[in-house]
């Protein structure tokens, strides 16, 4: 079956540093997603992006924050300058439409640790 | 932000016996509900979904039912296998962002042998 592939699994930045994780979301797929989980708390919602743009963003997904589609399979966010509270469990995910029905598949997930 | 509640954070059944997660809403917006099941280093894996025109949908083990006047919905798993054994996420969208979900918090559900 077709998964969403993430890298790396896991991510070691200092703060203030700039990291770039990646994504191969599902070949016929569409809409892309980001969503990141802090240790303990939820999944929460940053940035989903159709069409080469960005189509909603959670007031999380601030400034430091940018996505891009740089090829035909790769999906990347881009953390610009981090910091301690950016550490958390990164998922990427993508879905084939973007009606409510059609589920969202996600990766594996990207830890990322800002120390 | 507590739009979407799963009040148990965890929840032990003996293998062969029903487990039941439950979940509640607040957002009258919602419309579609669906329930991820995560094991631990993986990404949540969609299980079963169902739309608010609907009280039940059933997929093999799993049923989930939908009380849209209580704002509540909860997942049936019969029977309960320990390979069931996974964080259970409650996740929903509605009409005014059809794009993203808001989920829960999780329910840990442990399948005793």
């Known amino acids: 079956e077709p998964e969403v592939t993430q890298t790396p699994s896991h991510q070691v930045t200092q703060m203030g540093q700039e990291v770039i994780l990646r994504c191969v979301p599902i070949?016929?797929?569409?809409?892309f997603y980001w969503y990141r989980q802090i240790l303990g708390q939820k999944v929460e919602f940053l940035v989903s992006?159709?069409?080469?743009?960005?189509?909603?963003k959670s007031e999380i997904f601030d400034d430091q924050f940018s996505v891009e589609r740089p090829d035909g399979s790769n999906f990347t966010l881009k953390i610009r300058s981090t910091k301690l509270e950016d550490s958390a469990m990164y998922f990427c995910?993508?879905?084939?439409?973007?009606?409510?029905?059609?589920?969202?598949?996600f990766g594996n997930g990207t830890r990322l640790t800002v120390t | 932000d507590q739009q979407v509640k799963q009040n148990s954070p965890s929840l032990s059944v003996q293998e062969g016996r029903i487990s039941i997660l439950n979940c509640d809403y607040t957002n009258s917006m919602f419309d579609y509900f669906l329930w991820y099941k995560k094991y631990p280093a993986e990404g949540p894996t969609f299980l079963i979904s169902?739309?608010?025109?609907?009280d039940k949908n059933e997929d093999g083990r799993f049923t989930v039912f939908l009380n849209k006047s209580a704002k509540h919905l909860s997942l049936h798993i019969v029977p309960s296998q320990p390979g069931d054994s996974a964080v259970y996420f409650c996740a929903a969208s509605g009409y005014g962002s059809a794009r993203q979900l808001t989920f829960g918090s999780g329910t840990q559900l442990t399948v005793l042998p």
């Open positions: 992006f159709y069409n080469n743009e960005i189509s909603e």
């Open positions: 169902i739309s608010s025109i609907k």
């Open positions: 995910a993508s879905r084939v439409q973007g009606n409510r029905g059609s589920p969202l598949h």
């Open positions: 070949s016929n797929h569409l809409y």
